[in-house]
């Protein structure tokens, strides 16, 4: 079969299996909804300071969203064998690599999308401030699974590779908060953010091109 | 690449060596397998039989030695197209239907001998394409696992203790499968404790108890 077919196969599975595992799949959005719902409680009646926060505590919580949702990535894949499969398989692995983080991102990054804007809302977010909010979880949560499939198949193999994943993976992680909260602080205050908004669309082809090869060649690491 | 049953293939191993932790599983191991041959690995728990089949499949660097597929290096050739491997892991899907992890291989190769139905039918899983694997036995799952060779077109089967968890009437089917297949011209490199009854086949055994 050609090259196509095997990378949509591997997308539909992998989102056939997300439907199977409804409740393990839907926990980093839950996370995501409970962190920021948290955080008008632990400050207190404070509009004006929650209003600041918004786009920070936002982008942190969506960002620990998606790191707890890196270790599926390719966890069971390894443990049933289905990864070896794969390497075996006469198509590169970088492109089943990529199908897998695709389809990881429809399943984690996708939702948040859906939920942020309201949670922004709740936040006191100034509307003119939610498109650009949009367009920056557009951009950057595809480059959070992107890079942390590089961290993921690295530690895969490792028996508790948690703490050294987010050891991996928080450095890399740090631009894309920085330009992603700032742009949405900016906009919040009506300035310009084409700047930013530059700046993480050019991450974000970076890691397009860059991320499936390191991560493809560390799974063939972690297999042997 | 055609793999008809009259293209000669080869897979040749030269001075191959593998040391874990310190200790010489095997080294120096030579052997050459063609058309219509069965390679048979014996030996300990321990001595190095998946490791080797592990460093077939390129899973693992073999550290010296090497192999050579229609007399070219195993990288340089289009030799891991033309293998399959099952392991102790079935890399099955367990949340997956039958059909579902068929297609799924399918998809990762080309298309062999048989559809999916037939190959359901060889290996009597017919009417069970629709559950889900996980509520399949493990002898099911195994059986499942063997039918993945028969849709796919794959001139070497490398087969890691394919008789685990099997029933007697599935050993015999097995064994027929895997004369079929011999018989058409492709090659077997398996490990396995049960009593091979490849009669007509054209057998070698090494064991690597004594390889070192």
Known sequence: MSLTNAFFAVIRRDLILAFRRRAEVANPVFFFILIVTLFP??????????????????????LLAVMLSLDSLFRSDFDDGSLEQMLLSSHPLTVLVFAKIVAHWLVTGLPLLFVAPLLAIFLGLPEQALGTLLLTLVLATPVLSLI?????????????????????????????????????EMAGNGLAVDAQINILISIFFMSVVLAPLPAAAALKMSIS | MDSSPQQKISLEAKGLSCIRDDRVLFEGLNFKLQNHQVLLLEGKNGCGKTSLLRIICGFREQDAGEFLWCDQLTSDSDFYSQMAYVGHLDGIKKELTVIENLKMSLALSQAGKYSIDQALEKVHLAGYDDSLVQSLSAGQKRRLSLARLLITKKSLWVLDEPFTSIDKQGIKLIESLMHEHVAGGGMIILTSHHDLLLHEADVQTINLSICH
């Not at chain 1, 209003?51 to 919580?61: E, H, K």
Request: hydrophobic share 60%; aromatic share 6%; net charge positive.
């Open chain 1, 41 to 62: 409680l632990g400050i207190g009646a404070q509009p004006k300071l929650l209003q600041a926060m918004a786009p920070g505590v936002i982008w942190v919580s969506a």
């Open chain 1, 148 to 184: 942390g499939s590089i961290g993921v198949s690295l530690t895969v193999g490792l028996r508790r590779g948690g703490m050294i994943l987010s050891l991996l993976v928080l450095p890399l992680y740090v631009p894309v908060l920085i330009f992603a909260s700032n742009a949405v």
